[in-house]
């Protein structure tokens, strides 16, 4: 119930093009849902990050959909570009902790051909 | 220095040797993790400090050792380790329920 399942696991897309990564999560109890970005040679960095009370967040390109009655939520970066090629991370966490707690997905790894 | 630091960069070592991880945060948080990366797998947490207290250790095999001597600072001990141990190694850090956590380079390390 602890797991967060990411797809897919790569994704290449043509500079300009949308890339979309999915998770979807069973835990109800979670209740912040961020999104990392990790390039080679660096620890992952936050990207962007949505609480359930809300079904969308746009920063810049990046947006975060959410559903909640799905327990889904999915990354999209429009106009894509080569230097979004990294690895991206979702991530849920919550559940009463001191500290923040964070399940993360397998990672996608995304290639932007310019 | 800025952020979270972590030294060495890169480690190999016998299965019989015994040498440190050190992980440095600059942001004044109060709270400082141990993950473990390894390819094609989630982010597995191994270890939390809270105001130095250890508050989450994940079944971590005891050839693990986790010190946290300070706020700032977070050690990981490793003796005897395994090949299946190899894997880049990743210290975060974060202020009280922020779940914003900020992640160090990582050190990767190979056993050989």
């Known amino acids: ?114 | 220095e800025t952020g979270v630091t972590q030294t060495p960069r890169h480690l190999v070592m016998g299965m019989t040797n015994k040498k440190s991880l050190k992980c440095e945060q600059h942001l004044g948080h109060n709270a400082m993790y141990w993950y473990k990366q390894s390819a094609k797998k989630p982010l597995e947490l191994m270890f939390v400090y809270s105001l130095e207290e250890r508050v989450e250790n994940n079944s971590v095999p005891s050839r693990f050792s986790p010190e946290c001597p300070n706020s700032s600072h977070l050690f990981l001990h490793l003796h005897t380790l395994q090949p299946e141990d190899s894997a880049l190694y990743l210290c975060a850090s974060s202020q009280n329920r922020g779940f914003e956590q900020f992640f160090g380079p990582g050190t990767r390390l190979t056993v050989l």
């Open chain 1, 1 to 114: 119930q602890q797991q967060v399942k990411q797809s897919p696991q790569s994704l290449i897309v043509q500079k300009g093009g949308i890339s979309i990564i999915n998770c979807a999560y069973e835990n109800t109890a979670f209740d912040y849902f961020p999104w990392y970005q990790q390039f080679p040679g660096k620890g992952p960095a936050l990207l962007i990050a949505i609480r359930p009370d809300v079904s969308e967040k746009k920063e810049g390109r990046f947006t975060i959909s959410f559903n909640k009655s799905a327990k889904q939520f999915s990354l999209h970066i429009m106009d894509s570009q080569p230097g979004d090629s990294a690895t991206y991370f979702c991530a849920a966490s919550g559940g009463g902790t001191s500290y923040g707690k964070l399940t993360f997905g397998q990672g996608t790894i995304l290639t932007v051909h310019p």
